[in-house]
């Protein structure tokens, strides 16, 4: 069992920048895919992106390709996601999930989740 623990949340205004860390508290980190998803207010949760377990693969939703970079270090059983240019519809709970898969984009790949971060983009 991965336990995932996320931060670096908070409040910002839009063209700023915030980078998400989603630690695996206990349990493999290095062995999963790790994605981010994203869930705003009255909407579905969505995926963000993908990175493969060794690193080598990244994958993005095509509203944050080009602004947010998902990254990991394995040694530290850590993962990220830098947000850069942050506009007001990026505004969402944030969560971190691994997977066994290569890099999938769908929720149900995700065998455990983080409890979220809030990430607020005020015009």
């Known amino acids: 069992q991965v336990q995932l623990v996320e931060s670096g949340g908070g409040l910002v205004q839009a063209g700023n920048s915030v980078r998400l860390s989603c630690v695996a508290a206990r349990g493999t980190f290095s062995s999963n895919a790790m994605g981010w998803f994203r869930q705003a207010p009255g909407r579905e949760r969505e995926f963000v992106a993908v990175i493969h377990r060794s690193g080598t693969g990244t994958y993005y939703s095509d509203s944050v390709k080009g602004r947010f970079t998902i990254s990991r270090d394995n040694a530290k059983g850590t993962g990220y996601l830098q947000m850069n240019n942050l506009k007001p519809e990026d505004t969402a709970v944030y969560y971190c999930?691994?997977?066994?898969?290569?890099?999938?984009?769908?929720?149900?790949?995700?065998?455990?989740w983080g409890q979220g971060t809030q990430v607020t983009v005020s015009s």
């Open positions: 999930a691994v997977s066994k898969l290569e890099a999938p984009s769908w929720e149900s790949a995700y065998d455990y």
